[in-house]
């Protein structure tokens, strides 16, 4: 396939990722660092993925910016320069906020390769005037500031780290958006209400609830619904859970007795049940 047909997904510090084309038919393939067109100017970021480009419901060639080269050893090492300068610059700007008093939480700060641009991330409860801040900085660095203001969950994606489940955070490996998350997918899940529990380290609801709510839905549709009377092997009982996991639930009978069947045994008692006995031969 020609690279005019394909979409090269560039990821940038702290999981940004963006689509960018691939003009001048450089050989290119995943896991490769290159040098990209950028507002005023450019940067460097690394292909995530080469996709195929969909005419329909891809993004519009003519507003993607270009992969200008691969990058070379001494890319690398001003990338490295870049990311000290940036250590250096948040210690700066978080004594610039103290400064003029500002209610806002410093996150991180971005340089872009050739310096041009300046991004300073932050958290804030409230809309923050940050026009004198924005000059002060504009004095000592002399480039185009940008401060932008982002939410938590955001916040826990620059950052990094590690879920509770002991894995990388999914916003740091395969979440691009971030879709709103309820308690009631914790409540088809059966699991408990403890913000502690299903809280992610930014803060807010797991974003594994909403991915694997589309699992449990389909594994609960070969159950009857918790609370409803079914027909186990010693007779009625009430269906009293049901774990996805081992795709069985748990039945309770009027004497208080329990019983546990696996979903291939319920359908087969179900199919013997409804099946017509058949007819008495004559004697």
Known sequence: MEPGELLYEIEFKACRREYHSNTFSLELREGEWVIVQAERGEDMGSIH????????????????????????????????????????????????????GLQMKLVDVEYQFDCNKMTFYFTADERVDFRALV????????????????????????????????LEQCCNTFIQEFEPISTQLARDQNLSLNPAKISGNCGRLLCCLLYEQNHYAESMRK???????????????????????????TLRYEDGGFEKLTWKEYHLLERKRLTPAPPKARE
Not at 223 to 246: D, M, W, Y
């Open 223 to 249: 159950f009857p619904e918790v609370g409803s009377t079914v027909h186990g092997k010693l007779g009625r009982a009430v269906v009293e859970a049901i774990n996805v996991f081992q795709q069985s639930m």
């Open 135 to 166: 000059k002060d900085l504009a004095a000592v660095y002399r480039t185009r500031i940008e401060l932008r203001q982002i939410g938590v969950r955001d916040e826990a994606r620059r950052l990094g780290g590690f879920g509770i489940c002991g």
């Open 49 to 100: 993925k080469i996709v195929e480009r969909n005419p329909e419901s891809g993004p519009n060639p003519a507003k993607l910016k270009e992969i200008l080269r691969q990058a070379i050893y001494d890319d690398h090492e001003k990338l490295a320069k870049n990311r000290d300068m940036e250590t250096q610059s948040y210690d700066q700007c978080k004594e610039l906020i103290r400064k003029h």
